[in-house]
């Protein structure tokens, strides 16, 4: 499956910005996705996640409240509502997706998209 996010920019800290990621490829609702992000000099590091059918999700504790993951299967797109950015958010977030809605590794990742939040 082929991953492309979108939606990143420059934004002030506590703005609103939404990312997505459109798959292509295979059945979309036959992984379970997450959002993923890695600012410089960091690693990489857990977002959210979503499971195939949308049901369930989970949250970084930093993000919890802020942000929220969902996802379109018949766009086949997830998406990240994020809300309340912080500088310290600053980083480029990735999309991914596996096979299994728990445990397994995350097999397909996107390029990135850019998120740069401003004081």
């Known amino acids: 499956v082929q991953l492309v996010e979108s939606g990143g920019g420059l934004v002030q800290a506590g703005g609103s910005l939404t990312l997505s990621c459109a798959a292509s490829g295979r059945t979309f609702s036959s992984y379970a996705m997450g959002w993923f992000r890695q600012a410089p000099g960091k690693e990489r590091e857990f977002v959210a996640r979503?499971?195939?059918?949308?049901?369930?999700?989970n949250y970084a504790d930093s993000v919890k409240g802020r942000f929220t993951i969902s996802r379109d299967n018949a766009k086949s797109t997830v998406f990240l509502q994020m809300n309340s950015l912080k500088p310290e958010e600053t980083a480029v977030y990735y999309c991914?997706?596996?096979?299994?809605?728990?445990?397994?590794?995350?097999?397909?990742w996107g390029q990135g998209t850019q998120v740069t939040v401003s004081s």
């Open positions: 991914a997706a596996r096979a299994m809605d728990h445990g397994g590794s995350y097999a397909y």
């Open positions: 979503i499971t195939r059918s949308g049901g369930r999700t």
